[in-house]
């Protein structure tokens, strides 16, 4: 509660204290029956209308309170606001191929990827988000939903055993990408297209692929994975089980990757550890806010009548009383 008038007129409350001093003061100094000694009443009973006058007196000092209250103008202030978000449509475009297996990211690339991916995710739960996977050929794991559980639940599943890895098809995943987002409400769409790898498989050129994105407004971002040293690849096993490993060199085509994102208006990050990777995904979410519109509305009620009501009613009772049961008789 707010009042409307200024803060100084409580200061009319001091009156109180000041009038009630005064008439001790004066009731003191006037005299009315001289006797040699008042010890003969001190032990007479009190009236109950003698101890009803302290009351009646009550009555006036809260009225004059509650007329204070009034003039000050209570208010009480109701405000509330509404919003509306609008979400971004985001599909995630993840590279499954068998060099994913690498394990310069620990355990390897790929649960590293899905890791990362589903904590994005987590912290996206305005937007529509799909997934696509992509190998010698490209899938649609998930199709755009809000259902951010099943998403995560699907993210998860994720293993080489979903599809050929034996190749990398860029092109395929992105156009695959690109079809599945096209048609979303939201105005802003965006692909998140990670690989470790060059393209050297699928029937749609990547450089075909990023410009029907830029046709269609979609902003591609790619993330290159991996380390750029040669590392060891599980190749297959032997009779006993074991893994057989090969030493690899890198293939992964950086400058591909810069012209996808430079050509739909995205960005190109290159990610050598998993702390650049969450650190890479962080840096995307910031930069693809869902936007968020709040407008903000207020009222003030005045809340004087109460305290106006209660004021007469204990005013007009000390009227009644001082003129019925405590009147005084000269």
């Known amino acids: 509660m707010t009042f409307a008038n200024p803060a100084y007129l409580f200061l009319l409350l001091l009156l109180i204290p000041a009038v009630a001093f005064y008439l001790w003061r004066l009731k003191r100094m006037t005299a009315t029956l001289q006797v040699p000694s008042t010890s003969p009443f001190a032990k007479l009973p009190r009236s109950w209308k003698e101890l009803m006058r302290h009351v009646n007196y009550g009555l006036l000092a809260a009225a004059y309170v509650l007329t204070v209250i ?25 590279d499954v191929s068998y060099s994913m297996q690498a394990e310069d990211f620990k355990p390897n690339r790929l649960e590293a990827a899905k890791t990362v991916a ?14 696509v996977i992509f190998g010698k050929e490209s899938y649609t794991l998930c199709p755009m939903t809000s259902d951010h559980t099943v998403l995560a639940n699907m993210v998860n599943s994720i293993d080489f055993e979903l599809i050929d890895g034996t190749l990398t ?24 297209l990670l690989t470790d790898g060059s393209n050297n498989a699928g029937d749609v050129s990547p450089n075909d ?8 407004g979609i902003r591609v971002y790619t993330i290159g994975v991996g380390t750029d040293k040669e590392y060891e690849q599980v190749t297959g096993y032997d009779i006993f089980g074991r893994e057989i490993k090969q030493t690899v ?14 050509t739909t208006g ?41 305290f106006a009501i209660w004021a007469i009613v204990l005013l007009m009772l000390h009227v009644i009383l001082r003129q019925t049961l405590l009147k005084n008789i000269p």
């Open 70 to 94: 009034v003039l000050a103008r209570p208010q009480s202030n109701d405000s509330w606001s509404q919003s509306n978000t609008e979400g971004i449509d985001i599909v995630l475009t993840l």
């Open 118 to 131: 589903s904590n994005f995710v987590a912290g996206r739960p305005n937007d529509n988000i799909g997934m």
């Open 169 to 192: 098809a860029i092109g395929n995943g992105l156009v695959t990408a690109v079809n599945r987002i096209r048609h979303g409400e939201a105005k802003s769409k965006v692909v998140i």
């Open 209 to 216: 692929a990023a410009s029907v994105a830029q046709s269609l």
């Open 249 to 262: 060199k890198p293939d992964l085509d950086e400058d591909l990757l810069r012209r996808i994102a430079q």
């Open 266 to 306: 995205g960005r190109y990050f290159r990610a050598t550890t998993k702390d650049k990777l969450t650190a890479i995904f962080k840096e995307i979410d910031q930069m693809e806010k869902s936007k968020i519109s709040v407008r903000e509305f207020s009222r003030r009620d005045e809340e004087f009548l109460p």
